[in-house]
DNA sequence: CCGCTATACCTCGATGCCGAGGTATCGTCT
DNA sequence: AGACGATACCTCGGCATCGAGGTATAGCGG
């Protein structure tokens, strides 16, 4: 997840680590807050990796600046990443919305749209959050009103992003479409 | 949050760990599966705290069952989580979800309106996801329509949630005053 | 020039989760 | 009788994360 949307930032231009720090603030912090004892070994993982480079600025500003680049394999790894994402990147809501962050950078209408089909099949599949001993429960079935909220609000956010979704893929595929005729002709 | 998803479900009725396990994948499991490398640790961990306490039963069907009762501290402390859910708790989806499946074990309207108006302060207070150079991104401002998409969505759940938290505030507050008029005359 | 804050980076122990593995029993199908 | 899947529980290594701590520089107010 960090990894992603590190890969993804860094995808746009080349920054230092505190200034990802503030981007990755931006975009989950309110969610969920970033602790740089998180972030700096994440970092080191891709070095490791060799899916980035830093380069040490000299006497620029404070303490020794260490600006960082995607590597082409960062490029890749990332580019992979996006093309298939894991179960979880799809399920998972917090998850699913960095993936959509850095989406357009996999450069390919209809790989975008394979992604959006598959969280769309997982949206479409029927899930119940809770259950008795007669069987999984509706809504109409449920009493407890902070419950019934739940299935509420999950509702009105799978309405609104299905929409989207049928929207978006028939963008793409039109898009998709287009370009091929294009290039091809 | 499992903590808080298995003391809940105790408090509900005693049952052995792996039909905790169903019932936790029926709430979270779509989203984010549970492996029961997981689950069995965590009750090892609740019992070290003294919050449930195991009874085995003899020759009931397969291998030796443990039935899981929570402790008068386990609901003790059910309450106060409940009560007082840190902030991770309000502000991610996933876990703020839990709150509310378990929200109803706290007997006590104006406590519950209180969790409910933490919530409703977390999302009534502004945030926005995409920053450039020039400050906050609106969302007119974005261009990419995965990013543009993702505000569509939150703001879709937000506006879901926020009605159904005024309008449970709301009862809740009324449902308080009568209470208190009730007992007391 | 001292203290304070912001910038910028790092380390380390503790914790919690995951996945892969293992054990054992019971019921059912063949 | 043997194979198999479901039930039921457990362990362990590995890893990501968190939080608390530390280091160092630049700039600003008093």
Redesign the pocket.
């Known amino acids: ?3 992603l949307a590190i890969l993804g930032f860094l995808r746009d231009r080349p920054m ?7 981007h990755l603030a931006a975009l989950t912090g309110h969610i ?14 891709l070095e490791a990796d060799g899916l980035l480079v ?1 380069e040490t600025e000299p ?10 680049h995607l590597t082409p394999a960062g490029v890749t790894a990332l580019l992979e990443r996006l093309r298939t994402p894991e179960q ?1 990147d799809i399920s998972d809501e917090n998850r699913w919305f960095t993936v959509l962050a850095f989406l357009r950078h996999l450069d390919d209408p209809a790989g975008q749209a394979a992604v959006l089909r598959r969280r769309l099949a997982f949206l479409e599949e029927p899930a119940s959050f809770f259950y008795d001993e007669a069987g999984p429960l509706d809504a109409e079935r449920i009493t407890d009103p902070f419950r019934s909220g739940i299935l509420l609000i999950a509702r009105a956010t799978s309405r609104a992003e299905l929409a989207w979704l049928h929207d978006t893929i028939a963008a793409l595929d039109a898009s998709d479409g287009q370009d091929v005729t294009a290039t091809s002709g």
Chains 1, 2 share one sequence.
């Open positions: 997840m960090l990894k230092h680590g505190y200034e990802l720090r503030r969920r807050p970033l602790s740089d004892g998180t972030l700096y070994p994440a970092i080191k993982r830093r006497g620029s500003t404070a303490a020794p600046r260490h600006t960082l979880l």
